[in-house]
């Protein structure tokens, strides 16, 4: 049976066990919104994030799944499971995604494709398998999260840009696509923010990418989640096809 008989909004958040997708997690967990709160193999991190989710408000209904979204017949399950356990999906925020850095030159064809397959294609999948479901609510909103390298571009990153930059081509095109059927879809560029991803960087890199920040601080994930929570939001309804940068100033 649905656990959602008064239609409050539900949200499938990709990789929300860890990072970012935790904090939008969160965020979306106090504007009320039931959760999905997909994961790729870290049980413990998303069932703390789902804890924390029922801290922040206990009203709200929620459950974990793990799924890969790089692969279709799993988005595919991770979509059903939220439609059997809510009847509904009014937000979709494609929050997972990894790095695989190098220089091209020393990039292999694995490294490419590896990013390519879950920021990009995965980012497509997920969009593709809610949207009949949103088109006949007439009701959704799809965050697609990018990056200031996807628009600036940055050495040792050419997959992940282009993966990137790839997610705001998506996002504009099925902005355009969605828009008659109330369904939005922006993406959001974070600049540097503090979490597993970044953490994983040498010092040296880290001290360059800070002194190149107008703010002169890492963002912490939270500021993004907050971002994200206003697309999400129903206020946001005239707003569709944007790239919203959360950067302290790298992109400006
Ligand atoms: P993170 O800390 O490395 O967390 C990655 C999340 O993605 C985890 O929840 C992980 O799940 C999940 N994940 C990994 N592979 C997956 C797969 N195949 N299927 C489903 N989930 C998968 O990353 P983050 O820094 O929070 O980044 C979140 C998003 O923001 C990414 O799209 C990233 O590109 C973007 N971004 C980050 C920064 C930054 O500075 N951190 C800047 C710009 C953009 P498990 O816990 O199960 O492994």
């Known amino acids: 049976m649905s656990n959602n008989e008064n239609n409050t909004r539900v949200a499938v958040v990709t990789g929300g066990s860890r990072g970012i997708g935790r904090a939008i997690c969160i965020a979306l967990a106090k504007q009320g919104k039931n959760l999905v709160i997909n994961y790729a193999g870290n049980e413990a991190a998303a069932t703390e994030t789902l804890n924390l989710c029922k801290e922040a408000n206990p009203e709200i209904s929620a459950i974990t799944f793990k799924a890969d979204v790089s692969k279709e017949e799993e988005t595919k399950a991770l979509v059903d ?30 490294e490419f494709d590896r990013v390519i397959s879950l920021n990009l294609r995965g980012t497509y999948l997920c969009c593709q398998a809610v949207t009949r479901t949103m088109m006949k609510q007439r009701f959704g909103r799809i965050i697609n999260l990018s990056s200031v390298v996807g628009i600036h571009g940055n050495a040792g990153q050419a997959n ?27 993406a959001v560029a974070p600049g540097f923010i503090a979490t597993d ?47 919203l940068g959360v950067d302290g100033g790298m992109g400006a």
């Open 81 to 110: 499971a939220a439609m059997n356990e809510f009847g509904r999906i009014d937000v979709l925020v494609n929050n997972a995604g990894i790095t695989a850095d190098n220089l091209l030159a020393r990039m292999s064809i694995e």
């Open 197 to 243: 991803m970044t953490n994983a960087m040498t010092d040296t890199a880290k001290e360059s990418v800070l002194g190149s920040i107008p703010a002169k601080r890492a963002g912490n994930p939270e500021e993004v989640a907050s971002a994200v929570a206003f697309l999400a939001s129903d206020e946001a309804a005239y707003i569709t096809g944007q790239v």
């Open 160 to 186: 992940y840009s282009a993966s990137k930059a790839g997610v705001i081509g998506l996002t504009k095109s099925i902005a355009k696509e969605l828009a008659a059927r109330n369904i939005t879809a922006n």
